[in-house]
């Protein structure tokens, strides 16, 4: 697929830098292709670790890579380990949207709806784009 080919070329051309690793798994995730994703996955969160990035980007990335392997996690139905990477991102990053919305997914599958429209509405609170419908609803 041609976002597939864009990030794959992107990776072979800057195999260090987290933004393409990140994306070209939320692709490959996307295809069906989810250990190549963890894999990936795992790749960005040490790519995001480079001591030659801003203290910011690095934060970013790795919140980033970790809530896409947490995805990766509750998909397979691993919910205790996709809870602690989630919990982790959020440890370091308490307004990472994202992990927000994943997390309260995955409360919301446990029947902990209130845990879960709690943790909804900081992540739209903290979104900067538009987030699914609240998991309870």
């Known amino acids: 697929?041609?976002?597939?080919?864009?990030?794959?070329?992107?990776v072979r051309r800057a195999p260090t830098k987290p933004r393409?690793?990140?994306?070209?798994?939320?692709?490959?995730?996307?295809q069906k292709f989810d250990e190549a994703a963890a894999q990936l996955s795992l790749r960005a969160?040490?790519?995001?670790?480079d001591r030659r990035?801003?203290?910011?980007?690095?934060?970013?990335?790795?919140?980033?890579?970790l809530t896409n392997l947490g995805h990766l996690h509750t998909k397979h139905g691993d919910t205790p380990r996709a809870l602690?990477?989630?919990?982790l991102v959020l440890s370091e990053q308490p307004r990472f949207a994202?992990?927000?919305?994943?997390?309260?997914?995955?409360?919301?599958?446990?029947?902990?709806?209130?845990?879960?429209?709690?943790?909804?509405?900081?992540?739209?609170?903290?979104?900067?784009?538009a987030l699914p419908p609240r998991p309870c609803a």
């Open 98 to 129: 994202v992990a927000l919305f994943n997390k309260s997914v995955i409360l919301a599958r446990l029947g902990r709806c209130q845990d879960s429209d709690a943790l909804w509405q900081q992540a739209m609170a903290s979104a900067t784009t």
């Open 1 to 10: 697929t041609a976002p597939g080919a864009l990030w794959d070329q992107a």
């Open 53 to 65: 990035r801003p203290p910011y980007q690095r934060a970013l990335a790795r919140a980033s890579a």
């Open 84 to 87: 602690y990477v989630l919990d």
């Open 20 to 30: 393409p690793l990140i994306n070209l798994a939320r692709v490959l995730e996307a």
């Open 45 to 49: 969160v040490d790519a995001a670790m």
